[in-house]
């Protein structure tokens, strides 16, 4: 029996800096919705060097599957790679790491997820993402009557096939009394109304961004409380929402929750890759090992994901089990009609 089977994708991550990289500080149409004030500028043709490379696994399926293992979770990855040499070190690397690479896909048609993330020497960053393996897990490769005893799943950003499963992973998981964590993406949250809503309502957890938060609910994310009023009748569960290094607020439908991030802290900041599935990851472990305390929780979380900005990578500064960490302070908030709050 697994504690926690975590779904999403598997990727390597390759990371190049360079003070080659010029900032262009013009309006720019990238062919998105509306211009950006800024973008990286290479010279055309040229041979640009570089000052640091590094490789690193990632993808939101591998990095929260970490952060289980190392908390004393028996956790599993259901997910998949390319059949090549990036997939085959991922599965090494979660092996030993003890997460259970029993679930996870060998894909022969497809190579593993990769992102190529550019930075200039100021930490700014371009991410180009090639979406691969991982987008073909469909419903017949996921190994159902191997995990309908699993405590928890732990649903990260889904692409691709699996984002069209999602609505039947959390289905089973009801149906086999498995609790969900759901940390959707842009494509989850664009699913229709109706059908998103009849999925979150059987959330536990639900993990969003303020972006996320905003999209979801039409609210402007400054307006927390009419986010969590809506987000409340959307998702029962617990709701959580992460802020931008700014903090994070979490409710219960009683209470609202809320501490600081990074953002507020003074603490230096090497890498963002894979922030958010730290403080998820880290924020359900101690959901799970102190039944349902959302202070502690958010303490887990906030601190697991700032041990993740201090090293480069999505998984090498993870806490473990029993690790001592800075215990950030929580302030809670009753709230009562019209979504008024009081601080306890």
């Given at each position: 029996m697994y504690d926690i089977v975590t779904f999403g994708s598997a990727a390597q991550d390759v990371r190049v800096k360079s003070k080659a990289f010029k900032i262009l500080n013009d309006k720019v149409d990238f062919g998105g919705p509306g211009g950006t004030d800024q973008g990286i500028c290479l010279p055309l043709g040229s041979k640009i060097d570089v000052e640091d490379i590094s490789f690193a696994s990632g993808g939101g399926g591998t990095n929260t599957a970490v952060t289980f293992a190392f908390q004393g979770f028996k956790t599993a990855f259901c997910g998949a790679v390319g059949n090549d040499f990036e997939g085959q070190e991922i599965l090494r690397e979660l092996k030993s790491y003890k997460v259970d690479t029993k679930l996870a896909k060998k894909n022969n048609t497809k190579k593993t997820n990769t992102s190529v993330i550019i930075s200039s020497s100021d930490n700014d960053r371009t991410i180009l993402v090639y979406r691969g393996a991982s987008e073909e897990v469909g419903e017949k490769d996921i190994p159902w009557t191997k995990i309908k005893k699993a405590k928890w799943f732990y649903i990260a950003p889904l692409t691709g096939l699996l984002c069209d499963t999602f609505g039947k992973i959390v289905d089973f998981a009801k149906e086999n009394n498995i609790k969900v964590a759901v940390n959707p993406s842009k494509q989850q949250l664009s699913l229709p109304t109706d059908q998103l809503e009849r999925i979150l309502s059987k959330v536990d957890i639900l993990?969003?961004?303020?972006?996320?938060?905003?999209?979801?609910?039409?609210?402007?994310?400054?307006?927390?409380?009419?986010?969590?009023?809506?987000?409340?009748?959307?998702?029962?569960?617990?709701?959580?929402?992460?802020?931008?290094?700014?903090?994070?607020?979490?409710?219960?439908?009683?209470?609202?929750?809320?501490?600081?991030?990074?953002?507020?802290?003074?603490?230096?900041?090497?890498?963002?890759?894979?922030?958010?599935?730290?403080?998820?990851?880290?924020?359900?472990?101690?959901?799970?090992?102190?039944?349902?305390?959302?202070?502690?929780?958010?303490?887990?979380?906030?601190?697991?994901?700032?041990?993740?900005?201090?090293?480069?990578?999505?998984?090498?500064?993870?806490?473990?089990?029993?690790?001592?960490?800075?215990?950030?302070?929580?302030?809670?908030?009753?709230?009562g009609q019209n979504n008024l709050c009081i601080t306890k």
């Open positions: 993990f969003l961004n303020q972006e996320e938060a905003s999209f979801l609910t039409k609210v402007s994310f400054e307006d927390e409380n009419e986010i969590f009023k809506k987000i409340d009748i959307i998702c029962p569960g617990v709701a959580v929402m992460t802020k931008d290094g700014q903090g994070v607020v979490a409710s219960d439908g009683k209470y609202l929750y809320s501490a600081p991030g990074s953002g507020q802290m003074k603490i230096k900041i090497v890498d963002t890759t894979g922030a958010g599935d730290s403080f998820a990851s880290g924020f359900l472990s101690d959901y799970i090992r102190t039944n349902g305390n959302i202070e502690r929780a958010i303490q887990l979380g906030l601190a697991n994901g700032l041990a993740n900005l201090s090293v480069v990578g999505a998984k090498g500064g993870l806490l473990k089990k029993g690790q001592s960490f800075e215990k950030i302070p929580v302030s809670k908030q009753e709230c």
